[in-house]
């Protein structure tokens, strides 16, 4: 059973940065595609970006191209969301996920990924 433990959330200003962690464990992470996704307070939860296992092909939301950048390295079983100009709207609990495939279909698809962390908390104030 994999585990997967997020880090490096945290308060910011707007136009601030920050970079998310998710390391991952009991899993053979390199054949896995992963996610991060997010939930504001009294939304439900959204895709936020999305990496085919070797990290050639990324995904990304509308709201977050260009600020955004999702990479893993397969050596450390680690996953990272690089966030810049961070806006108030980004304010959410941040959850990465794993998935075995995502089927042909969208990577934003939260049926595919099979184990997901506790999440980080991202506020972003104006």
């Known amino acids: 059973q994999g585990q997967l433990v997020e880090s490096g959330g945290g308060s910011v200003q707007a136009g601030g940065s920050l970079r998310l962690s998710c390391a991952v464990s009991g899993l053979t992470y390199s054949r896995y595609y992963m996610g991060w996704f997010r939930q504001p307070p009294g939304k439900k939860r959204e895709g936020v970006a999305g990496?085919?296992?070797?990290?050639?092909?990324?995904y990304y939301t509308d709201s977050v191209k260009g600020r955004f950048t999702i990479s893993r390295d397969n050596a450390k079983n680690v996953l990272y969301l690089q966030m810049n100009s961070l806006k108030p709207e980004d304010t959410a609990m941040y959850y990465c996920?794993?998935?075995?495939?995502?089927?042909?279909?969208?990577?934003?698809?939260?049926?595919?990924?099979?184990?997901w962390g506790q999440g980080t908390q991202v506020i972003v104030s104006s």
């Open positions: 996920a794993a998935a075995p495939s995502w089927y042909g279909g969208s990577w934003s698809d939260e049926n595919a990924y099979v184990n």
């Open positions: 990496i085919a296992t070797r990290g050639m092909s990324t």
